[in-house]
C-alpha cells in the first residue's frame, strides 16, 4: 500500500544517530501490539480532541525497494571495478530501504492511527525525519553526500580486508535514488565477492539471496541503522532468506521479522564474511540474534 498521498522518497536509514542536521536521528524501535494500546492512548485521544480534519506533523513509513548490488540497478551494474580480475557471482547481495512520505505530502490523522496499528508501516515526526526548515532539494543533496561518504567508505573497508588497499584497484558504485549510509555494508560485501568470494573459489551467497543492512567505517565496523523492522519485510517480499543486521539492532529486527528469514548479526566487514562463509560451508558456529 502506498503511503500517504501517494508521494514517498527512498530512504535507507532513519534511525543511526546524527543530530540536529537531519532524520536519522528518529527511533523505529516498534512496540508489540499491547505496548502500543498502552503508548499511544493518550496521544490518540488528544489528536482526535483537536485535530479534526486538519493535515498532521507526521511522516509514515513503509518497507522500500530493494537492490542487489551483485547486478544492475535500473540498467546499470551496481559495482564496476577496473583493474584486478573481477568474479562472475551466483546469488545475491541485496540492500534494502524503506520509503517515507515526502514533507509535502499532507498527512492526515486516519493515515496517523492506520499507521500506528500496522505492523507493515511506522508513524514519526515528520521533524523527526526530516530538518525543518530544508528544502526537499536541500534533503536530496544531503542524502546524496551521504551515500557518496558511505560508499568511499565501503570501499576502503573492502580493500583493506583483503589487503590490496595499496593496489591501482579502481572501484565505482552507482545506485539510483537511495541516499544515505545504510547500504555500506552491503557495498563492501560485494566488492569482496567479486574480487575474492570466500577465499576459496565459491561465493560469500552460497547461492542465496542475502539481505541486509548496516553502515561501514573504512576500518570495518558496521554501524546501526534504522527502519530494521520494515527493512526485513521488504528483504523477505524479494526473496531474501538471510539477513544481515548489526548485532545492537537485533531486537528491533526479531520484534516483527517475517517467517523464512533467518537473522545473522555483524558488528565487522570481517564477520560478516566470517558467518557468510559458515553459512555457505555448513562449517563453523554462524551468529544468531
Known amino acids: 500500500m502506498p503511503p500517504p498521498g501517494g508521494t514517498s522518497q527512498p530512504f535507507e536509514a532513519l534511525g ?18 499491547p505496548h502500543k494500546l498502552a503508548a499511544l492512548a493518550v496521544p490518540v485521544v488528544a ?3 483537536t485535530a ?10 513503509q518497507p522500500g525497494l530493494t537492490a542487489d548490488v551483485l547486478g544492475e540497478n535500473k540498467g546499470t551494474q551496481v559495482i564496476t571495478i577496473t583493474g584486478a580480475p573481477v568474479r562472475e557471482t551466483s546469488g545475491q547481495l541485496r540492500m534494502t530501504t524503506i520509503e517515507a512520505t515526502s514533507p509535502d505530502t499532507r498527512v492526515d490523522l486516519p493515515d496517523v492511527i492506520d499507521g500506528w496499528f500496522r505492523t507493515d508501516q511506522a508513524v514519526m515526526p515528520r521533524d523527526s525525519v526530516y530538518p525543518s526548515g530544508d528544502s526537499v532539494r536541500e534533503i536530496e543533496r544531503y542524502n546524496r553526500e551521504q551515500m557518496e561518504e558511505s560508499q ?3 570501499t576502503r573497508a ?3 580486508y583483503l589487503g590490496r588497499a595499496d593496489e591501482d ?3 565505482r558504485l552507482k545506485l539510483a535514488d537511495v541516499g544515505g549510509p545504510s547500504a555500506g555494508l552491503l557495498f563492501s560485501l560485494g566488492i569482496v565477492d567479486k574480487l575474492d568470494g570466500d577465499g576459496s573459489g565459491g561465493d560469500l551467497t552460497g547461492g542465496r539471496v542475502v539481505a541486509g543492512t548496516g553502515t561501514i567505517d ?14 526485513t519485510q521488504a528483504a523477505r517480499r524479494d526473496g531474501a532468506t538471510v539477513f544481515l543486521v548489526p548485532e545492537a539492532e537485533c531486537s528491533d529486527a526479531r520484534s516483527e521479522l517475517p517467517e523464512g528469514l533467518r537473522l545473522v548479526p555483524v558488528t565487522t566487514l570481517k564477520g560478516a564474511v566470517d558467518a557468510l562463509v559458515a553459512l555457505e560451508k555448513g562449517t563453523g558456529e554462524v551468529p544468531a540474534c
Not at 21 to 27: I, K
Not at 53 to 59: G, K, R, T, W
Not at 223 to 228: D, E, K, P, R, T
Request: glycine content about 12%; hydrophobic content about 50%; overall charge negative.
Open 47 to 49: 489528536l482526535l480532541a
Open 16 to 33: 543511526e544517530a546524527r543530530g540536529p542536521r537531519g532524520y536519522d536521528d528518529v527511533v523505529l524501535t516498534r512496540l508489540t501490539r
Open 218 to 231: 573504512a576500518d570495518g565496523t558496521v554501524g546501526a541503522v534504522g527502519g530494521v523492522p520494515l527493512k
Open 169 to 171: 584497484i579502481d572501484v
Open 52 to 61: 479534526g480534519l486538519a493535515p498532521l506533523p507526521f511522516s509514515v513509513a
Open 152 to 154: 568511499d567508505e565501503a
Open 158 to 160: 573492502a580493500l583493506a
